[in-house]
Structure formats: C-alpha cells, structure tokens
C-alpha cells in the first residue's frame, strides 16, 4: 500500500537485515528500523512496534531466521522459537508461524538451515499477501450488494487496525474497503479510536489517509448512536484469533461493537486468514487474554508544538488501572467470516465447509 505516494509493505529482508516500520511512531514518524537478532524481533513483537496477528506471525518467521544467522545451533533455535511463542500470547498467528518454520527446521544439518529458513519465511509472507487480497475481493461482493441498493456512500465502521499495517499488504478488514475504493464505489469510513493504544486514530486513518479514502475518527463510545441514527451500513472488524465454533478473539470493544450491531440490524462481519483459525480450542475460556502495562491507560502519546513525541499522565497519580488488550465476540452476533476462501457463517458448519 501507500505511504506518500511510494509503495511499501510491512516487513521485508534486505542483506541478512529485517526491514520493519516502527509503528510505535506512527502517525508522526515513518521510521523504517532493522531488526538484526532474534531479541530484536522478539522486543518488535512485545513493544508493539510490529503489531497485528499476520504480520506478528511474520516477524516470527523472520525472528527464527536471524537466530539461524546469528547462530546455527538447534538448541539455540528451539529456545529461540519458545522465546518468540511467549513474547504475546494471544495472537494465535504467532504460534502458527513459529510451528511451522520449526517443523521444516527441526533435525536439519547447519548447511540447509538457512536457505529453508529464509525459503518458508517468504513463503509465509506471500501467502499472507494472496489471501489478504482475496479477502478483500471477497468483501467487496457485500460492499458492492449495499452499494447498489443504497445508491448512495456506503458507511463503514470498524475498529482497532486491521489494516495493511497489521498484515503484510492489503490488510484483512481494510482489504475489501481498498478493493471497493479502487473500483470506483463510494465510501466512508468510521474509525474507532481504539483506546489505550489508538491503534484506529493513529494507524487506520493513516493509512486511510495515503489511499485517499473518506474516513473519520470516533470515540471508542460514538459507535452505538451512530447506528442507532443509520449511519452504520457495516462494520468489518479483523481477528486475532478465531475458534472453530466461530467465536472471535480481537482488540477489546469489538464485543460492544457486536452487541450494538446487532441491537440495530446492522451487519457485523470479521475478515481474517485461515492462519487466524483455531482449530484446537472451542471453548473461549481457554484464550489466553493478554494483560498490558496500566501505563498505556494512564499514559497518552502525542506531539508537541516542536513536532516532537512526548508521553504524558492523564490519571491521577494513585489510581490503579486494568488494560486488558482483548475481548471475545460470540459466534451468535456476528453476521458472516470473510476469508481468503469465502464467506461464511460463524459456526464449526461453517468454517468446516470452506476449510474442509
């Protein structure tokens, strides 16, 4: 996608260097940073300077193969690859990615290690590429179906940042929104601000922003009476990890999101590759919910009048706070799964059917 007019994606490998963009800084920097070792990649993970289940399960793969460069050594690669699956708990992405470069790594003489390493981390990122993309021109179909009955802009909410910044390109929320918007349909995009860490004001819009979309930024809160006055026609939220019954794990709020959409008749749908499925697990319960530092709730970053980032307390000194990071939606509110296959109902029926 577009970052001032040049084409970028997310990650990328140049002269045995991990090429990121810190979006710890966006939207006021665009700092392109390089990841050199495998602590490297692990702090990216936790610091959130890469974000997003696809593109965490990147780093991941890209994380293993610079352990490999740094030191071809099987038992420095297995404590590499659990240190990696520990570094964020929820995005089940990141364990995906990690089992399965280790299964193509795991015995292998030093000679080998490398060139497949580097082989199955591409692979991971291209096929991440194709079925952001195919989701979207999945999506487009519903956008295109509101469109024409509308005759009108079609009004979109969605929340957090499932954009191209969370994946490699195209992004899985955002993918259908992109396609609608380079075949000429009209629309419009609300875009929650995504409390503690505005991930929806500081990188959606962004991102919105370079491809020249109509969007506007809400609070976390403005969602429910937008819908209630019609002035939601869809919301598309992205997945960190999604169950085989069809029970969805994302940024928290999603789940209110949900309980409005459904309180007023508007389609609520979840875009994600089958590498966000949880085949394992059915019972939501069993999702590790990761729990964040209180200082990104009593904290706010932003700049100043030197264009220079500063971190500032907004709670009151003695306050304790509790940042949970994710929510889980049920199956029964939400209106269908877009994925690189389909759509779908949310259900075991469902996803069994595209994902036999």
């Not at 936790?46 to 965490?56: C, D, F, H, N, Y």
């Not at 490398?114 to 079925?131: G, S, Y």
Request: charged share 25%; glycine share 6%.
């Amino acid at each position: 996608m577009q970052v001032n007019g040049k084409a970028y994606r997310t990650i990328w490998f140049e002269n045995n260097i991990v090429k990121i963009i810190d979006q710890t800084k966006l939207p006021h920097q665009f700092i392109i940073k390089d990841l050199k070792t495998i602590k490297d990649s692990i702090n990216a993970i936790k610091t959130m300077e890469v974000r997003g289940a696809p593109l965490i399960g990147a780093t991941a793969a890209y994380g293993l193969v610079l352990s490999i460069i740094e030191k071809n050594d099987q038992s420095f690669l297995k404590r590499s690859s659990k240190d990696l699956i520990a570094s964020r708990p929820t995005a089940i992405n990141l364990k995906w990615a990690v089992d399965r470069m280790m299964k193509k790594l795991s015995g292998l003489n030093s000679n080998e290690a490398l060139k497949i390493a580097l082989e199955e981390a591409k692979a991971i990122v291209e096929e991440d590429v194709t079925f952001c993309k195919n989701i979207g021109v999945n999506g487009l179909k519903i956008i295109e179906e509101i469109a024409i009955k509308k005759k009108d802009t079609v009004n979109i909410l969605t929340h957090c940042n499932a954009g191209w910044l969370a994946t490699i390109d195209w992004g899985t929320a955002t993918s259908p929104i992109y396609h609608a918007h380079q075949k000429g349909i009209k629309v419009h995009v609300w875009v929650d601000e995504t409390r503690p860490r505005n991930q929806g004001a500081n990188l959606t819009s962004y991102e919105l922003n370079e491809e020249g979309i109509p969007n506007k930024i809400i609070t976390d809160n403005a969602g429910g009476i937008l819908m209630q006055r019609g002035q939601v026609d869809m919301c598309i939220v992205g997945t960190d990890r999604t169950l085989s019954n069809g029970d969805v794990c994302n940024k928290i709020g999603t789940y209110l999101k949900a309980l409005a959409a459904k309180d007023n008749n508007v389609p609520f749908y979840v875009a994600l590759p089958s590498s966000t499925i949880d085949w394992s697990i059915k019972d939501q319960k069993q999702i590790p919910i990761e729990e964040r530092s209180s200082e990104e709730l009593s904290h706010v970053e932003g700049v100043d009048e030197n264009n220079e980032i500063k971190k500032v307390r907004i709670y009151p000194q003695k306050s304790k706070s509790l940042n949970l990071a994710f929510d889980v939606t049920p199956a029964k509110l939400v209106t269908g799964l877009i994925t690189e296959k389909g759509i779908c109902e949310a259900s075991e029926k469902g996803l069994k059917e595209l994902f036999k």
